[in-house]
């Protein structure tokens, strides 16, 4: 806030026609009185609430009150203006349009909608979706901040408090023991990854918003403050030094990726608050847009938190993300372990019912929106350990063995054997062979179905090709969920969803297994089941073979995160992790195409797509479920080449929301 | 061969107009004089040599002479008849276009053209160019063969002999011992794996051409026999069943590829054959078609070879297999563990000499035919050992350490001390520990450049361009190789080929330092230096892209095996080895689309590149350059699409031939 030595007269200030940290119609700003530049400069002088002024000066208040509706009224915005009074009269020295934080943004346009200043559609184009991220992170608590110790980048959203630690194999150790940690880097590496995943929020004292930090950060979610160049980290001596403050490591900081400031000590932090005026104004935005906007959630909670964020249905329920759940993996693993289809059926047939109630449960949640469910996606080696955790757990339990049998061995030595999970005493040599055969054959398993790309692998509608009871299984459970909230008189809209397709062949034997069992139920329950049949579209093969994909289904939805690996040939954790920041700092590359799509290649195999795919079956409905769903830029694109919804993670439905009704508004 | 029992007259016999063995222009046949059709089935009386019966019945002898002209001018294609002669009259009773192996094959289409019966055109059409395959892998003496012991499918091309070895971890240990050994199994699957990189071929008692064992096989080059019935494998017992015969594990047996017979012991082979009437078909092969064919070699030996097949130049050398030669890894290694770009590039200046007489003595041998030479490609990771390995060897490193530093330790408990590569008295200490320091940071650097899916990860132009030196090197190599040969008076046409890329910003950034040495070069040489500079088209994006990237570049090349990795989302390792068997069996894909060109959407974006990559640069030298170029049906897709030319791997070059020319002919 500058106060210029415009005049001598009687005051000098600065107004902004509304509280631009709430968005409050009130009064807002200072003024000095008999105020001189130098005054202010050398801050030797306090200047005072404009309130004040009606005490002081009533009737130049009078005028400013004037002033400030006048401003308002004629630019429709919020103004950020200067003033002087001389000798008793206001002069109004400048005025801009004011700049907010995103709640007051929010808050203004609906509040200038009603006083009647702007349009519905003014109210809306006036805040860039963007800005709507800062209000759905945790963030810091704006009565408790103090100054901060060192300001750097805004990399990624969120606020965090954790032990600064100054690399990574610490950050993993403490972060892995529970403790909350935040790496604390000049800047990171490829190498620095396992670092990530422990940490809290990351902080670098260089590189830029594409910097490899920011970049991974964005990726995992986590926030992150980049090239805060006034911290000098010195790993050896384990401190940092801001100026003349030493930080040593295990001191507490918090980090503010939303504004890139970073603190001392752990300050309290605010859950993502969503505001009644957020409600109307994006209340508005969905009676505009073209675009539905969907959640990608994969369990009722997560349901639940989706439809709070205003989701008009659930775009995509990844179905993996149920068999991960403590008490279900171990029947998946069975299943996986099965030497025989029979095996495998047993198994699966203990699952079917679980994945049923989990599809009652989401259907009720949603009901009557739209939930679409993909079939088994990942490979299944991504169910098991790894080849490395089997190894030393082998290795734990051969010790072990030898230990119960009473042999003598040099246990000591073995550093393992700290890692034992029981005292021997409690264990018998039976419970040891058996545990040890179930790892041994894990291992067996697990080196059978290794991948050298496990992205372009065994996976998909090809795991559900060449094992037909397990796609039927989740068919059957959709389909009885089905049944079930009908005769509950629950309004359901489900869709069945094949993944990774890249010939109508796949999905015609999918749609067998489907048809079969339908018939069956139907003939069972009496009546139609109603239910979408669909494809993923994420495999640059099914843009190439849409109109013959579009026979067999009633919906498309591109899958944009696998899409761009495969139209970029880039996996997205090593691209991210080793050469994308780089390409983005050189200018190889504007965006991360894994955030924004790339509208160049990706955008082109959509549109021939959707092109191809409407010209089989004009009625086909097409969306969108990889993650540049949220991005504003993204949505735009789809609404102009035609998609029917977007699907995003929950957090970013309000941006797409706003997205959404913007992209129509700006056609 | 049937003899009829038709008629009771003198003679009854079948005849070849031409030895459809060896395509010889000579009277070929057999008969039998007063057979009775019970004769020949009961296998009692020998029939005789068609000659024989110039002395026995030589008025009939000369009619069938005249029969047999007559046959061929009116068919203009070698006859396989039948006949009889009764009461002294000759009868012709059936005559058919006959078939013959591919040697006699080629040998007619030549005689027959020299004997004005057929056009070149018509010699060039009637045959196949996929049977001139049967000519270029080793194959059984046909000398010396004897009754096959059973008979399956012709899975895979080549002949091979070992013992008979029923699983895969036994095939490895002998395999990797020096043994040959030949894996036989009821049907394979992918955790066999190991046992067919040990083995000279495959023999499956189940499956088809598509099944598991074939299409690995296949994409390895082994000769595979599938599906011989007849044997039963008893792994339990060890031994083999066929018929009353059993075939003990270890008895030597060998597999003829391209017939599907299996015979005990070792049968002598042949090299593959390039007789003098072959280069004079496809000498007139090469008159008629439109594209070019190049070779795919990477060293001068290679391209010797490639030169005999007929290539017209090398249309891809993948210059990462010159890093691999015995020489040259540990610089190359040490390039990949330098810390500082300072030690990198003082590896790389020890390694730009010996890039250089590469390519001098590669150009040299194909002058004055152009050689595409491709930078680095593959990850870097894959100059160096696994992590599994390196662990190995650190683990007996360490053991070692311990022994010459007189440590009691159990030497005897430990395994991996017998793999010590020299007595204990002759290492030092020093030694011991310096090697240890190697192999840490090995593995320390093998687990930073760890990727999730190497196929998507850090490599081709993207190491190029963080890593620029690398390039550099190897484009300065190629350009003083070319100042070099003109030197010489070697008439040489190099071009620099960038892979993996995705924009034309790729291109320009390395486009810069081809520019710049090649101002510099040209200062000092005196002369302009010829040479083209292109890219690979081997991403989607490039295809999406190519207008674009044409402006940069002088010629195009798909590289269809990428290509076809990211159209599909297939990773061709895992998919011929996991699921493609099974969809190529069950019809929901007709060819394995790394073998065949996947027309329906690789097809398309070719189309798509080729169009707008020659709007932007009419002249563009548009080819492609992976391994369905030597494909038949993939090459006519690329003449109709209007490419240049198509490189393959050597001794696919002659089908290849035949098959552009067959392309162009059946336009």
Sequence with gaps: MVFGNKGNGCATGVGFTRNPGTGENEMFGEYLTNAQGEDVVAGIRTPKPLQKMQEEMPEQYAQLVALRNTLESHYREVQDYEFTIEKGTLYCL???????????MVRTSVDMFEEKLISREQAILRIDPELLEQLLHPRLDPDSTTSPIATGLPASPGAASGKCIFDADLAEKLGNAGEKVILVREETRPEDIHGFFAAEGILTSRGGKTSHAAV????MGKPCVAGAEGIVVDVCLRQAHIGEKVLHEGDVITLDGATGMVFEGALPTLAAHFSDELKVLLGWADEIADLKVMA???????AEKALEYGAMGIGLCRTERMFNASDRLPIVIEMILADTEDDRKAALDRLMPIQRADFIELFSVMSPRPV?????DP???????????????IETLRLYRDVVRGRQVALATS?????????FSELSEEFVNEALTTKERMLKKVRELQEVNPMLGHRGVRLGITYPEIYEMQIRAILEATVEC????????????VPQVITAQELSNVKRTVDSLTRQLEKDFGKKLRFKFGTMIETVRACTRAAQLAENVEFFSFGTNDLTQAVFSFSREDAENKFLPMYNDSGILQDNPFEVLDIQGVGQLIEMAVTNGREQRKDLKIGICGEQGGHPDSIRFCHQVGLNY???????????RLAAANAKLRE
Aim: glycine share 6%; charged share 15%; with cysteine.
């Design 646 to 656: 977007v699907s995003c993670s929950g957090p970013r439905v309000p941006i797409a």
């Design 216 to 219: 991974v950060a964005r990726g």
């Design 296 to 302: 990608n959630s994969d369990t009722p909670a997560a």
């Design 486 to 497: 009908a005769k509950q008189g629950i309004s359901v809209q489900p869709e069945i969803m």
């Design 415 to 423: 550093a393992t054997m700290t890692e034992l999970p029981h005292p």
């Design 372 to 376: 679409t469910v993909r079939l088994l």
């Design 94 to 104: 400048q005025t801009r349009n004011g700049k907010m934080n995103a709640a007051a």
């Design 379 to 393: 490979p299944m080696h991504e169910f098991l350990p790894t080849e490395h955790q089997l190894l030393e757990q």
